[in-house]
């Protein structure tokens, strides 16, 4: 309630003034929120930000969540969570991936973060169907075009992010 308050009544601020407007106890309720829409989006679609993004738009959306992009400030500004982010990231990796892996660090996990929200609020006015459509049909697309050349399986972001903006769905 107090988030949509203060976007409705400050629109000029930046999403960083809006985050530094917050009082300590909802940064820290907003960041909790923001993992959970981190970790449930990253293990849908992971290894492409444009779809944890779509992911997170919808979760947001499904809460009532007006302004992404201050959530995951909030987090990315919480290092206690950024380093619990970063462990759990590492742990996975070691499961997934056979031999050596360059450990993900908090910092890492912050950029991430921050990319996420930041492309989730621009997604902001995509209706549920369009992120739907754009987390798993599109994703999966990408994926298979990769999987299918025998490459290396990493999404071409700038144009999947693109194509994603351009995303409306007829109703």
Known sequence: MFERLLAKFTPELSPNDRYLALSK?????????AMNLFVRSSMSAPGSITAQAALIALYSQEMGVTDPEVLGLCLANDKERLDHLATKANNIHAVREKGPKTPVTPAEVEGI?????????????????????IATTM????????????????????????RALGIHIKA
């Not at 106890?25 to 929120?33: G, P």
């Not at 994703?139 to 693109?162: F, M, P, Q, W």
């Open 25 to 33: 106890e909802k940064r820290e309720d907003f960041s909790k929120t």
């Open 113 to 133: 973060v921050k990319d996420d929200f930041m492309i989730a609020e621009s997604f902001m006015d995509h209706t549920p169907e369009e992120l739907q459509y």
């Open 139 to 162: 994703y999966r697309g990408y994926l298979s075009k990769l999987t299918n050349r025998g490459g290396n399986v990493r999404i071409d972001e700038n144009a999947y992010y693109r």
